[in-house]
């Protein structure tokens, strides 16, 4: 594998840090500049959540709407991953026969209980508030992998596959930004991966995250992007757009 430094994406003020790697023929490129920062999800510690207005309070986080699966095996998992909690866990356990629901247009997601996903205990609720499927891997000591919606174990991450005009595949593993979420992301009064609010960390992304990282990418190019990173002084990444904006 050879890694070769790809330079800057400009577009206003958001600049990004990247660098590929050939890997089996293909083209892996990764975001420096994000996974090098100090993100880190603020769920339950200020996080704003994604409705059009803040709601700190409801502890809500990315949860206000259904996760949506990305196929069959992705659902297939979650139901099954349901029906191994218990009500201790799980605040609307016996749910499971509409765990998830279909939209006209034929994509599947969790359902809504109460304007938040079915899987969200709510602040009050005995056995704690927070995802029961969080909940329901991590007391069987399993990985959240396993138990969580692609998308809701995946975020901030985001991998995109494509291929370019002779085939060959490119795939980039990027910070999950607000347009990614289509129109509805245009209502979100705030995201977290544009705030300085998130940014408070000691640690950087890729060694907070790298079980997930490793889920998407697999072991030999994490590898290889541990190398590249951890051979970088952190003062010569680029830092995250959203620490630059409000350094000025």
């Not at 603020?42 to 409705?51: A, S, V």
């Not at 190398?227 to 002084?233: E, G, Q």
Request: aromatic residues 10%.
């Amino acid at each position: 594998m050879s890694a070769s430094q790809v330079g800057c994406k400009r577009s206003d003020d958001d600049a990004h840090e990247w660098v590929s790697f050939e890997h089996q023929g293909d083209t892996w490129l990764f975001d420096v500049t994000f996974l090098a920062s100090n993100w880190t999800c603020i769920w339950d510690q200020g996080c704003l959540g994604i409705r059009d207005q803040p709601t700190p309070e409801a502890a809500q986080g990315c949860c206000s709407f259904g996760a949506h699966f990305t196929d069959d095996a992705d659902r297939a998992r979650v139901v099954e991953m349901a029906a191994a909690l218990t009500p201790a866990q799980w605040q609307h356990f016996g749910h499971h026969d509409d765990v998830v629901v279909q939209d006209a247009d034929g994509a599947w997601s969790t359902s809504v209980v109460d304007d938040a996903c079915v899987f969200l205990n709510r602040p009050g609720f005995p056995g704690g508030y927070g995802c029961a499927l969080h909940r329901g891997a991590v007391e069987a000591e399993e990985s959240i992998v396993a138990w969580k919606p692609d998308v809701c174990w995946q975020l901030p991450l985001r991998l995109e596959h494509h291929e370019d005009e002779n085939g060959h595949a490119v795939a980039t593993l990027r910070e999950w930004r607000r347009h990614d979420w289509g129109e509805g992301g245009d209502e979100f009064h705030w995201w977290c991966t544009e705030d300085r609010l998130a940014f408070v960390e000691h640690t950087p992304v890729y060694e907070r995250l790298r079980e997930e990282i490793v889920a998407l990418v697999g072991e030999p190019l994490m590898a290889q992007l541990l190398a590249y990173l951890d051979a970088r002084p952190q003062e010569t990444v680029l830092p995250h757009p959203s620490l630059r904006r409000d350094s000025r």
